[in-house]
């Protein structure tokens, strides 16, 4: 394997970096050597971690990325080490919770695969989902996933009680089976190909967020229906009144739009869960106004007035929405309390457990955890991996103890981490083999052959009672033990080493491979509204789109204070550009791509340098996304009115489909 | 205006042996440090200044950059400054400093205020202006070295930042410092500000891999420095981090006014009633002549 990782990165010369990136040789040297020389001479104290925004993950490539600062971690043994691994800032408060629930259509809440129209049975869907464990030679495997029957059962009698038995496969048949992709862009596309009929917008602007706003706003003209559920008006929810329609156009258009009034994030309770996985509880500070309501009062009343017409008049398949647990002392308006102590789970009957002696629970009770769970339906949990944060013992996402005994910033008592509250996972690699803690002065876990089992200030990941001697991996969530630089087939669309690829509009052929310069299978879309510059076209400027700290996404432009900030929308050029270009800042320049031309006014800096690439001056221009149609400056008349993600391509990384939003190509000129 | 803490105990009733914190000395001068180098200019802290004083949103224009306004105005006490700097070796430097009152230990404000109370500056340091005692002249923001107090064209009065001198009596910190996410705003004694201020400055110079050799703490010494505090990448280069003055220092008018101008004046009013007094001694009183008798009233 280290073979082929060499041989596959001889390629990446210092020249071929600088040549594909533009950073000079001496300073990827550098940097190289100081992200290294954290082990010059053996060293196994230090540790370094990699943070990186989610910009990384916006390219056709994005996955590849990731992938390969995982792979430099593992490497350096920075896994599992306190002030180590690869941490990504999420973009929202709430990303991680909502990828945690099942907020992506190809995961079930606690990353249980989705289940396909292969799947004939239930059993049939557990094969195909629980891995068996590979084990290298000498090595043991606990392979954790091996429990994955268990997760399955009690979140399917957490969805559906009673309903869910031994004999009906416990309700397997109600979960829906996906046949295809429900990505975000080939939602769309299907959207403005006309078979998506419906949206339901619930806090999110997808005529804003693109990427390609204009087959956004033309898939919603097709639609036949729209709900937007927000706390301003925003470009979604008026998307007939986008620049570019006509007063003709807009009678013309047949689609219903319904608005419901939805609370801020001041306005309700529940938890955040960070990318450090702590789910913490915060409270509403004050009462939604006038008609808005809560998240979950708008979904509650919309969920019982389907289960109420389904009652009343059938349907095609009425069993899965009937059968729906739904026992919450308010129907109408759960509260988040309710909802949190059902993820965590409890006992259905009486229950022990082999790994517990001495242990029971009783029926009713909340679980500890999800060593608990079983598959035989005497335990509910609606997402295994949050089992153990709300207990017997209370709320334990609502702590705020702020005691570190270890000093390692590990504040076990503040919130609760999944899983199990173990603040940094695959700790077991904080360890030698031996089980001795690399760092003897920062130690997370070790063996204590005494008690024969695994101690620490951490709770250790890993079988407590496994002892060094018999090389179980430390890597316990894949079967094989260890961690992954040669990912296993299928395991990404790519392949098992990542590779550089050219975003799929790019100023130059790929260095490496100019045949094949973009992601070989990646999905580009086909319809007249999908189209991609080129160089030769005259599209050659690198654009790049971003956040800006004053702003957050589309709805701080409702709010004066942040409008004060920065009040209206611009274009950031470099100097050298600007010069060429004849233009000074403050004056208007226009962007142009294969898909849209964006008007604003330019900020010429110099933070922005030409880049030496493939031999080529290029230049990078960068515009923040904050403005559209709808908010305090658009409708004083001070914007260009036009989404900045008219100009994005539909293009969008083949592993998470992120669209690629930061690179394509653009002209820029003078307006 | 601030009311001062100073609830120290002196004797305790029944008590036997010492009284427990008798004898510490209470360091009463309070400073704000910025640490530039972590600034990220988010501009957290103008929000939290306007929301805190209560100020209205106010309309801004887009002047190719990232700075809010230019200046700080009277409604408008803390704004970050954004600088675009080119190093010695050609590397650029993103420079982002907040600006607001200095709150100087000589303040060229109060020293050039003509107004009995309209300016006052409290023992911990914080130099406020008393909008009700203010006649509007304007001489204190000609007295300032850093472009600070701006007028109300409407009130004609002065304002500026208090460093939240309502918070501070309170116990609790200003509000900019209250908001800042990254920590790059520190509040407290002015000892400790500085200590901090120079550990952190020492940390910048001696760094093992990008060492800032030229880091400092300013607190100029021209105006018995200040109690705003800054740590800055380059102390050489202050005017770089949006025109902070290197060596900032009152209009010779006003010191001529307080030392030279004040005192003669002071002098020659002094004399004059000494003149007055003597004549009075040498001269004796001049004795009422006989008036016309008019009534006082028809006089007027």
């Keep these: 394997m280290y073979q082929l990782l060499k041989r596959q990165y001889s390629r ?54 990731i992938r390969t600062a995982a792979i430099l971690q593992l490497l350096l043994g920075n896994v599992g080490r306190a002030g180590g691994g690869v941490n990504a800032l999420r973009g929202h408060s709430n990303i991680q919770g ?7 259509f190809d995961i079930l809440p606690g990353y249980l695969k989705m289940p396909n129209p292969g799947d004939a049975d239930f059993a049939t869907y557990l094969k195909r989902i629980t891995p068996t464990p590979s084990k290298p030679s000498e090595w043991d495997s606990y392979n954790y996933w ?34 295809r992709r429900y990505s975000w862009v080939e939602m769309w596309d299907r959207m403005y190909k006309g078979e998506i009929k419906g949206h339901i917008a619930f806090g999110m602007n997808g005529v804003m967020i693109g990427p390609n706003s204009r087959k956004n706003i033309e898939a919603l003209k097709k639609a036949d229906w729209l709900v937007v559920c927000e706390i301003f008006p925003d470009e979604t929810s008026e998307f007939w009144r986008a620049p570019g329609t006509s007063p003709e156009e807009m009678k013309e258009i047949k689609t219903a739009v319904y608005r ?12 955040f869960v960070n990318s450090a996985r702590w789910l913490q509880w915060k409270y509403a500070a004050v009462a939604p106004p006038g008609q808005a309501r809560v998240d979950q009062e708008i979904l509650a009343r919309i969920f019982l007035k389907i289960r109420e017409l389904y009652a009343k008049e059938g349907g ?23 909802v949190a102590k059902e993820i965590n789970g409890r006992a259905l009957s009486d229950l022990t457990e082999d790994s517990q002696p001495g242990a029971t629970i009783k029926t009713g009770q909340q679980l500890p955890g999800f060593a608990w769970l079983k598959d035989d339906g005497s335990t509910a949990c609606g997402n295994w991996l949050y089992s153990g944060s ?87 969530m894949n079967p094989e033990g260890i961690g992954r630089i040669f990912a296993p087939l299928a395991a990404f669309a790519e392949g098992p080493f990542p590779e550089h690829y050219e975003p799929v509009e790019s100023p130059i052929a790929n260095p490496l491979h100019p045949k094949q310069s973009i992601n070989p299978v990646i999905k580009l879309f086909n319809t007249d509204l999908d189209k991609y510059g080129t160089p030769e076209q005259g599209f050659n400027v690198v654009c790049t789109t971003y956040r800006l700290t004053e702003h957050y996404h589309y709805w701080t432009k409702n709010n004066p204070m942040n409008v004060q900030l920065v009040p209206e929308p611009f274009v950031e050029v470099p100097v050298e550009l600007a010069r060429e270009i004849g233009v000074e800042g403050g004056q208007k320049v226009r962007v142009s791509t294969a898909r849209a031309q964006y008007v604003a006014k330019a900020m010429v800096t110099r933070r922005i340098k030409p880049m030496t690439i493939d031999g080529k001056t290029v230049y990078q221009i960068g515009v923040p996304i904050h403005w559209g149609y709808r908010g305090i400056a658009e409708d004083s008349g001070k914007t260009s009115l036009n989404p900045v993600n008219l100009l994005s391509p539909t293009a969008m990384d083949p592993n998470a489909y992120t669209p690629e939003y930061k690179g394509f190509l653009a002209k820029i000129e003078k307006a | 205006m601030a009311t001062e803490q100073t609830l120290q105990i002196k004797e305790i009733s029944a008590h036997r042996g010492p009284v427990p914190g008798s004898g510490a000395v209470r360091e009463l001068e309070v400073a704000k440090l910025v640490d530039v180098t972590t600034c990220i200019g988010c501009k957290a802290c103008e929000v939290a200044c306007v929301e805190w004083n209560d100020h209205p949103f106010r309309e801004t224009v887009f002047d190719n950059t990232y700075q809010t306004m230019p200046t700080t105005e009277w409604n408008y006490y803390n704004l970050i400054k954004f600088s675009e700097t080119q190093r010695d070796d050609g590397s650029l430097m993103w420079l982002m400093r907040k600006d607001q009152c200095m709150h100087c230990a000589d303040p060229g404000c109060l020293r050039a205020c003509p107004s009995d109370g309209a300016i006052v500056q409290y023992t911990n340091g914080i130099v406020d202006f008393n909008q009700e005692n203010c ?19 409407t009130t004609k009065k002065v304002h500026k930042c208090t460093l939240c001198s309502d918070r501070v009596g309170a116990g609790l910190e200003p509000a900019c410092i209250k908001a800042c996410p990254t920590g790059c705003l520190h509040f407290g004694t002015k000892q400790d500000m500085l200590q901090i201020a120079n550990a952190r400055a020492s940390q910048l110079r001696d760094d093992a891999l990008f060492p800032l050799p030229n880091a400092g703490v300013y607190d100029p010494q021209s105006i018995g420095g200040t109690h705003v505090i800054y740590v800055l990448h380059d102390i050489t280069k202050p005017e770089a981090y949006g025109g902070l003055p290197a060596n900032p220092r009152i209009p010779p008018s006003y010191v001529i006014w307080k030392y030279l101008a004040k005192p003669i004046g002071l002098f020659i009013a002094l004399m004059g009633l000494l003149a007055v007094f003597f004549h009075y001694i040498f001269t004796g009183p001049r004795l009422s002549q006989p008036e016309p008798t008019v009534e006082r009233e028809e006089q007027l």
Aim: glycine share 8%; with cysteine; hydrophobic share 35%.
């Design chain 1, 12 to 65: 990446y010369t210092p020249r071929m970096v600088s040549s594909i990136t533009g950073i000079p040789e001496a300073d990827f040297i550098k940097a190289a050597e100081l992200f290294t020389s954290i082990r010059n001479d053996g060293d196994m104290k230090k540790a370094a971690t990699i943070i990186y925004a989610v910009g990384w993950t916006q390219h056709t490539f994005g996955t590849q990325i």
């Design chain 1, 98 to 104: 909502a990828t945690d629930m099942g907020g992506v």
């Design chain 1, 146 to 179: 091996s429990n994955t029957p268990k997760f399955a059962v009690s979140y399917l009698k957490a969805m559906f009680g009673d309903a869910a038995k031994k004999e009906n496969d416990f309700a397997f048949h109600y979960l829906p089976k996906i046949d």
């Design chain 1, 260 to 271: 419901l009034p939805g609370a801020g994030f001041a306005e309700k309770d529940g938890t």
């Design chain 1, 316 to 338: 095609k398949f009425p069993d899965a929405i009937l059968n729906a647990s739904w026992s919450y002392s308010k129907p109408e308006n759960p509260s988040l309390a309710e």
């Design chain 1, 390 to 476: 709300w207990t017997e013992a209370g709320a334990l996402m609502q702590r705020r103890g702020t005691d570190d005994p270890s000093g390692l910033g590990i504040f076990p008592s503040w919130g609760w981490s999944w899983p199990a509250n173990r603040r940094v996972m695959y700790n077991r690699a904080s360890c030698d083999p031996a089980g001795k803690p690399w760092d003897s002065e920062r130690r997370q876990v070790w063996w204590n052959e005494a008690a024969h089992r695994w101690a620490g200030n951490d709770v250790p990941d890993f079988k407590a009672d496994s002892p060094p001697q018999s090389h179980m991996g430390p890597f316990i």
């Design chain 2, 135 to 153: 006649i509007g002249c304007q001489y204190c923001i000609s007295g300032c070295p850093f472009n600070i107090p701006k007028f109300n064209q």
